[in-house]
């Protein structure tokens, strides 16, 4: 399967998403949160610097809202990657946020895992978990990521293979499954290693997501029953209705129930708790936005530079966030975040 952007779709335009989703009769996102008292919603720090440095992938998840895959070139340089050092030596931001495309096919992945842990920040990486299998010069992630600490969050979208394949391609699941194996056996998911392994997990159809708590036991109960494997947590993310999985809504013809699902569910407690509170999003190219869903609907930061080379701290983390009818997605029910569920 090709990228949107190879085919040359129509929604390879984040313009041309932006209009879908403001299009027809659903309240705007706008109107929902000043109902709820919350209008003036800022940011509460910034904790977590997300970096994608690349769009490249080996896999074309059919969900995927970054519309990443083997076709794409995006790379994240060695000199943008410098300008995000500059910034995290001189300010307090905690943790580093590594995710892509598949962050590993970046040449200078490990340089720069390398230099962030050097500085002391909890590095996250984002691992497709198949990239370690891809190809003999990955195979050694797992030895690297403890190496360093890392912290790895991968998707696992179901603990069989049927509905995992139909998400993110055929044979998906089973090189997901040795390569969740490798990590166990450097100690990753196992109590008392200080190597933490969270799995991520995404409804396969236009449904909302069930409770995490309960999705968590079941994927631990099958996973360690059928395949012996261990993890530490379940993180329960929504579908945002964009790039792939908003053309997998309108071509299945969902997108209206799902829209009116995501507007029905707004839950105020779950919209104090959104992301971009606390987190901001560096593009491949070095632009700074509020959320990667943001970044994928170029939608950049309203102020404290828009690119990296004019970062203003005080700015930043003063400014209003850019809403709009997509963030329906992280404040339905119990709310949706990098971290999973945010009440
Ligand atoms: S592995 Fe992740 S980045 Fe790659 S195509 Fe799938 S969802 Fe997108
Ligand atoms: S999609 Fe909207 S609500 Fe969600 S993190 Fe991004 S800006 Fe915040």
Known sequence: MKSLKAQGHLYADTAAQIEKLNEGSFTKFTRKLEESGLENMRPT?????QIN???????????????AGPDREEIMTRKTMELCLDILKKYDIPTVDLTGGAPEMNPHFRWFVEEVSKLGKQVIDRCNLTI??????????????????????????????????????????GRSIEALQMLNEKGYGMEGSGLTLNLVY???????????????????????????????????????????????????????????????????????GVMCRNTISIGWDGYI???????????KVR????????????????RP????????????GAGSSCGGQTT
Not at 53 to 67: A, S
Not at 144 to 170: C, I, M, N, W
Not at 216 to 234: A, H, S
Not at 250 to 264: A, F, H, R
Request: hydrophobic fraction near 35%.
């Open 202 to 272: 995404n409804p396969t159809g236009a449904i909302l997501p069930g409770p995490q708590e309960t999705l968590e036991n079941e994927f631990k109960k099958q996973l360690r029953r059928k395949f012996g494997l261990e993890f530490n947590n379940l993180f329960v993310i929504t579908n945002l209705p964009i790039s792939r999985f908003l053309d997998y809504l309108i071509v299945s013809g969902n997108y209206e129930d799902y829209m009116q699902k995501l507007v029905d569910a707004f839950n105020p407690a779950a919209a104090r």
């Open 321 to 332: 966030i850019a809403m709009d009818q997509h963030c329906y997605g992280c404040t339905a």
């Open 289 to 299: 936005y509020d959320c990667d869903f943001n970044q994928m609907l170029e939608l």
């Open 303 to 318: 102020q404290g530079g828009r690119h990296l080379s004019e970062f203003d701290f005080e700015k930043m983390v003063n």
């Open 45 to 49: 720090g910034i904790d977590i610097m």
């Open 132 to 173: 370690i299998r891809a190809n003999p010069k990955y195979h050694d992630l797992p030895d690297f990521f403890a190496e360093h600490g890392v912290e790895v969050v991968s998707s696992l979208p179901h603990y069989t293979a049927l509905r995992t394949d139909r998400q993110r391609g055929d044979g998906v699941f």
């Open 53 to 67: 440095v690349g769009k490249m992938c080996n896999q074309t998840c059919k969900h995927c809202h970054v519309d």
